[in-house]
């Protein structure tokens, strides 16, 4: 049903039982009426970007808001697996485009994190426009789940102190000594996360830490790949991997 | 060498021997010359785009000219195999974001063609702002070659004119009937065309005649990518299987 047009509904309202009326108010009120200028009885799909997604039918529309009937309601498990990337903060203009691949391609998650070479000073907390990439993105491409978002601070140990969630840690590092590259079965079973530098790479300090601590220094490639193409090509591999079956 | 600054200059002015003077002039010269502010004496990367490249050091600099002498020279052998994206042809802005990627993740080349659902009607040749924005990407990845470019007219009897050159041809259908998942294996010898949709995808009628033609239908996964995600997957997943020695 991803064909359908569709909103984003906060988990905190979600409806309980098919026949139950929700409102839909704001931004995503307006692109439902004023932009796609929907009509009464039309159906429309709406998800909460944790796993809850239906159909819908329009009651009533106005400019700022729509009260909708839930028609059939799904719950999507949480997948069990999944790739987490810890990108080094940078104030790039690409970071809106990353953020919408990490939807498209089904990244777990997202941490941001202080790097030596990082440029500017990572917010303590994730911004709520960070979260609202995720939606628009989620709306365009279907996919029912919102990755994880989410900024350490304490560069290298702030890493450090996370990685007891993963199953794997990998750290994509872009000197010589990492021969072994990135693979799908890496990245096709459980949680695992991967690091990756900020835009001029890795203070070497940084790389001894998270290799002596034990996360596996794999390489990308020959090639020289710019911040959010690394993540790309990383969440490529893992969304092939999670659907191989040989 | 790669980290050194790095310039482009055309084949037909390349040296053929070390020790030989070449010049620099236009964007390229006023790069190195008022944007980098690089000096006499220094060492400079050159590539021409073709698979040579080689460090140079400054001889003479002016704001729209150096005069540069060539100290080490290298040719790199083209590759055998390599991934050559058909891509439905769009007025997208992002496509400059597309060619960008196309170097920075090795591909072979890009084809461009006019689609049933293709926005806009494509340019007959291949304009010189793509090579460009080809070249601009090398600079910053130290890729030597730059990807093969072209336009191809006659829609999808275009593309099965063309299928003779390449070992295997797939076409990446977003429908269900798509069931076996584009792998690195595929994508890992030989010259391999991956035919991707316009913005918009396939009409039915396209889609059925490349499948007939022996094209193989392959799913890039449940996701619904948008048109230069779906290349970028497809690059990601050469790049690897280019790489893999599993």
């Known amino acids: ?22 409102r839909l ?13 929907t009509e ?6 709406l998800f909460d970007g944790q796993g ?21 309601l799904a719950e999507h498990p949480a997948p069990a697996g999944g790739l987490t990337l810890a990108i080094g903060w940078g104030k790039s ?31 303590e907390d994730p911004k709520a426009t960070w979260n609202e990439k995720f939606i628009q993105a989620a709306k365009q491409c279907g996919v029912v789940r919102l990755p994880e978002l989410d900024t350490v601070s304490g560069g290298v140990d702030g890493l450090l102190a996370m990685a007891g969630e993963f199953d794997r840690c990998y750290l994509a590092w872009e000197a010589e000594e990492a021969t072994t590259p990135l693979s799908p079965g890496m990245l096709s079973k459980g ?13 070497p300090v940084e790389a001894d830490k998270l290799i002596h601590a034990g996360f596996g220094p794999v390489t990308l490639g020959p090639s020289i790949l710019r911040w959010e193409t690394a993540a790309v090509y990383c969440l490529s591999l893992a969304m092939f991997g999670a659907q191989d079956r040989s």
């Open 1 to 22: 049903m991803a064909r359908l047009n569709t909103f984003h509904l906060p988990t905190d309202q979600w409806p309980a039982r098919v026949g139950d009326v929700v």
């Open 25 to 37: 108010t704001g931004p995503e009120a307006r692109h439902m009426g004023t932009i796609l200028r």
């Open 40 to 45: 009464k009885a039309q159906t429309v799909r």
């Open 52 to 72: 809850r997604d239906g159909l819908f039918s329009v009651r009533d529309i106005a400019k700022n808001r729509a009260e909708l009937e839930a028609l059939e």
């Open 93 to 123: 203009k690409r970071r809106d485009y990353l953020l919408e691949k990490v939807v498209e391609l089904q990244g777990r998650g997202v941490i941001f994190w202080q790097a030596i070479r990082s440029q500017g000073a990572l917010p």
């Open 191 to 203: 949680r695992t996360l991967v690091v990756i530098g900020p835009e001029g790479g890795f203070d």
